[in-house]
């Protein structure tokens, strides 16, 4: 009975944890439809955004672009790295860590020991990680997904473009998931600072002629950078958080499957090892039987 009693415990407990990944499958898919709709209507806007700034930075000269776009030798570098400030969603953070690991390992590993490459965590599973490493922790805005407010990350990219400005960095990339559906997300590393020209062969036109520039073209440039990079960073952190909500709820429901599973199992072992007690106690009665009428 006492084999009994530990099945009947177990159960319990897996039935009580299907419950609770249940719910937080339920929780996460209302949270999606709200996060993936945000990431889907912003997506058009970045792209366009993008699309008229390398067409009209196409037609300048080299520098023209002011600070956000002066290349220079890259001796200090700060890797962006956006994850979330929960677990129970797979290998969402994991995957950030490992990727920023590997870019450092790969691109870095000289600048590393110099202290020349910094970690900016948007994400506390990212800064719990990396806080561990003074030489590479540059610090944390994990409070931007209390609310994923464009203002907030705004700030965030006006402090980043002023330290750029200054000199503090030579290069800033950006680590993050990006959204495509609820069972898929990837893992991507872009150049956030210094502006990147247009990818060669994209057939950028050399001057547009169905534009009226008011004021110049320089002028304008000047002003859509700075605007483009908080549009890169925004869209950075909603592809992340419809990723991360898709990967929870991807997980919570396999854990849900996997807990059914698990309780079929169990109740048949339970079934089993009932159905053997009682024939247990019925032979010992029949044997009992059949020495009294001995």
Request: some cysteine.
């Amino acid at each position: 009975m006492a084999n009994l009693k530990e099945v009947r415990n177990r159960i319990a407990s897996v039935n009580s944890t299907q419950q609770i990944t249940k719910a937080m499958k339920m929780v996460s898919a209302a949270k999606l439809r709200r996060a993936q709709d945000a990431i889907l209507m912003l997506r058009p806007y970045a792209a366009k955004l993008r699309e008229i700034m390398e067409n009209i930075s196409g037609t300048l000269d080299a520098g023209s672009g002011g600070d956000m776009a002066k290349v220079r030798q890259v001796n200090k570098v700060l890797i962006i790295a956006i994850n979330s400030n929960r677990g129970l969603c797979g290998a969402f953070n994991s995957n950030i860590i490992r990727t920023v690991n590997r870019i450092i390992r790969e691109n870095y590993p000289g600048k590393v020991k110099d202290g020349n490459v910094k970690v900016l965590c948007i994400g506390k599973k990212a800064s719990d990680f990396f806080s561990k490493s003074k030489n590479l922790y540059a610090g944390h805005h994990n409070e931007i997904f209390a609310t994923t407010s464009f203002e907030d990350i705004a700030a965030v990219a006006e402090k980043i473009m002023k330290s750029f400005s200054a000199g503090e960095y030579d290069r800033v990339e950006i680590v993050y998931n990006q959204f495509k559906n609820a069972a898929v997300q990837y893992v991507m590393h872009e150049q956030l600072l210094p502006i990147a020209p247009a990818p060669a062969g994209k057939g950028v036109k050399k001057e547009i002629n169905d534009y009226i520039f008011e004021p110049d073209k320089e002028e304008l440039v000047l002003e859509m950078i700075p605007k483009s990079i908080k549009i890169q960073l925004y869209k950075a952190v909603l592809d992340s958080h419809a990723s991360e909500h898709g990967a929870r709820m991807t997980a919570m429901s396999k854990a849900t499957d996997n807990a059914g599973e698990l309780l079929r199992d169990l109740r048949l072992s339970y079934n089993k090892a009932r159905q053997a007690a009682i024939t247990g106690e019925i032979l010992e009665i029949v044997a009992g039987a059949e020495a009294l009428n001995g």
